[in-house]
Every structure is written in structure tokens, then in C-alpha cells.
């Protein structure tokens, strides 16, 4: 994990948007990966560059929940039920209210959910706080050798 690369999973292109520029006022400059999906998500995390090699793993995931093709809760038992995924930082980034959407997450592994806030400046905020944890304050697990 040499490069702190964050993975972005976000169906919704407004929200992906505003959560890049977000990261941007944050003045967070890590390469971001975006999956649009959690098919495409996963994909990138179990799948292999052109040249052959694993894809770099993130430093954390941000995932929403509600995505098509595999949904976010999917796509978290699938990260936690493989070795090379299983300690990865999840943050649950969602605009989902429901207590049985949160339970089930932190279930499942999560290490943080987050409700999206409506307010722009707000969001940016969170995301802020969001990249100076998770990147910048917590100490990653050691790498596996991947």
C-alpha cells in the first residue's frame, strides 16, 4: 500500500462528482479509482491490470449501498470473506436513512458509515475529515504482498 489510492464505488454521477470535487477542497491529491457499480468494483479489486499484476489495493474503499448489478452490502461480504480484501477499510458512504441498511453494514465489516449530507459545504467537510482519518491518521494494516 505504497500509494495511498482511495476506490470510490458510486453509481450516481452527480454524487460522484461531487464527491471527487469534494476530495479536491479537501486538498486530498490521492489517485481515486471509481467503479460505477459493484460488479465493477470488484472487478478492480480481484481482477488484474492489462500487464498481468494485481491491481494496487486502496488505502479505503468509499461505497455507497445502493448500486446495480451487485449492491453495496454485496460487495462488503464479498471483501470480508477473502483474504486479500478482508482488512481493507470500508467506509459506507450513503445517503440511505435505514437503521436495517447500517446494522447490516457493520455486520458485515464496515468500519465507518457516513450519511451523505445534502449541504455542499457540509459534504466537503465530511469528506475533509473522512481523507485526514483514513489517510492520513490511521495506521493501515500491513501489506499481504500483493
Given at each position: 500500500m505504497n500509494e495511498k489510492l482511495i476506490l470510490l464505488v458510486e453509481d450516481n454521477p452527480k454524487d460522484e462528482a461531487l464527491t471527487l470535487r469534494a476530495l479536491a477542497k479537501g486538498n486530498i491529491a490521492n489517485r481515486v479509482v471509481v467503479a460505477h457499480d459493484g460488479a465493477e468494483?470488484?472487478?478492480?479489486l480481484f481482477g488484474h491490470a492489462a500487464d498481468g499484476a494485481a491491481n494496487p489495493l486502496p488505502q479505503v474503499i468509499l461505497l455507497d449501498l445502493k448500486l446495480p448489478k451487485v449492491d453495496g452490502l454485496e460487495v462488503l461480504r464479498?471483501?470480508?470473506?477473502?483474504?486479500?480484501?478482508?482488512?481493507?477499510?470500508?467506509?459506507?458512504?450513503t445517503t440511505s436513512?435505514?437503521?436495517k441498511d447500517r446494522t447490516?453494514?457493520?455486520?458485515?465489516?464496515?468500519?465507518?458509515?457516513?450519511?451523505k449530507p445534502v449541504d455542499f459545504l457540509r459534504f466537503v467537510e465530511?469528506?475533509?475529515?473522512?481523507g485526514l482519518y483514513w489517510l492520513v491518521l490511521n495506521e493501515p494494516p500491513p501489506t499481504n504482498g500483493r
Open positions: 468494483a470488484l472487478d478492480y464479498c471483501l470480508r470473506g477473502d483474504a486479500r480484501t478482508q482488512i481493507l477499510p470500508v467506509v459506507v458512504l436513512t435505514e437503521d447490516e453494514g457493520y455486520r458485515l465489516g464496515a468500519n465507518s458509515y457516513v450519511r465530511a469528506i475533509g475529515q473522512l
